[in-house]
């Protein structure tokens, strides 16, 4: 597992605060691999989920931050959505 998929959990499952999300998503960052999002928190994986979202490190890294706005990301086309985008829109909410 890389380093910026660990820290990513950490980091969502800080956010979550030990609670799982109700859905599932899947982080597709480039180049460093995947995590999934769902009733168990976060954690390192490659499946099947309801939403899939697409960014890079930096991006992502920055939405986790706080430093980038995910709605912003979206909208510019550092971030990408396939699938349920009102889980998405759940996700967003968490990260803010």
Known sequence: MSDVIAKAVDALNQKLGGEGFDGSIKVDIADEGCLIIDGNGAHAGD????????????????????????????????????GDMGAAMKLGAVLS
């Open 47 to 82: 499946g099947d989920a309801d939403c899939t979202l697409s960014a890079d490190a930096e991006t992502f890294q920055g939405m986790l931050s706080g430093d980038v706005n995910p709605t912003s990301a979206f909208m510019t086309g550092g971030l990408t959505v396939d």
